[in-house]
């Protein structure tokens, strides 16, 4: 029943921009601890970012520190993901994921239920 559904990714050259947006249905965002991963082929699924249900609190992975940043729109339904100072090691396919039960934000996949498919960002030299 729950979905979620990842946009915004596409080519950019280094030191470009994009913002990811994620939208779900079959709940409500404001419910829930909402986080951002990435992914390549042949590697682990790396944590990015996490915001919790009232987006009292952040959490961002050293590598995006400083460079991304999460929010959440006013009614809570939709999140989003500002990518700027783009690096072509930010390459990768795009998840945004999200648990009702976590009390805190956390970097860990197995905590978080729902998932989306996945949107690519490629990040050219």
């Known amino acids: 029943q729950v979905q979620l559904v990842e946009s915004g990714g596409g080519l950019v050259q280094a030191g470009g921009s994009l913002r990811l947006s994620c939208a779900a249905s079959?709940?409500?965002?404001?419910?829930?601890?909402m986080g951002w991963f990435r992914q390549v082929p042949g590697k682990e699924r790396e944590f990015v970012s996490a915001?919790?249900?009232?987006?009292?609190?952040?959490y961002y992975a050293d590598p995006v520190k400083g460079r991304f940043t999460i929010s959440r729109d006013k009614t809570g339904n939709t999140v989003s993901l500002r990518m700027t100072s783009l690096r072509p090691e930010d390459t990768a396919v795009y998840y945004c994921a999200a648990d009702r039960t976590i009390l805190a934000v956390s970097d860990r996949p197995s905590e978080y239920e729902h998932w989306g498919q996945g949107t690519q960002v490629t990040v050219s030299s």
């Open positions: 079959g709940l409500t965002l404001r419910d829930y601890v």
């Open positions: 915001i919790s249900w009232n987006g009292g609190s952040i």
